[in-house]
Nanobody, 121 residues
């Protein structure tokens, strides 16, 4: 059974930073791409970032490019999302997912429970 557990969310002031972690179990972590998505209240779930199985290729939504960095440690079965220069519009529940590298949520077959990120102005 695949399990993804996110952590690291919280409340931060605009301009601040947070690092999200997602620990995976139940599947050969290094064989799959990982992605981060987010969902704000009343909005659809949006792509944030993705990383291929080896970590050699990364992809970002335009809205976070230059501010967020996705990385992975295959020895620890963990993917990270470093978020800098946070803005109030980054407020959302952040989800990690595992599957095929893509910006489309349907390409991911397992999801975490989400972690809340709130950015105050």
């Amino acid at each position: 059974q695949v399990q993804l557990v996110e952590s690291g969310g919280g409340l931060v002031q605009a301009g601040g930073s947070l690092r999200l972690s997602c620990a995976a179990s139940g599947r050969t972590f290094s064989s799959y791409a990982m992605g981060w998505f987010r969902q704000a209240p009343g909005k659809a779930r949006d792509f944030v970032a993705a990383i291929n199985w080896s970590g050699s290729s990364t992809y970002y939504a335009d809205s976070v490019k230059g501010r967020f960095t996705i990385s992975r440690d295959n020895a620890k079965n963990t993917v990270y999302l470093q978020m800098n220069t946070l803005r109030p519009e980054d407020t959302a529940v952040y989800y990690c997912a595992t599957g095929s590298v893509s910006s489309r949520s349907r390409e991911y077959d397992h999801w975490g429970q989400g972690t809340q990120v709130t950015v105050s102005s």
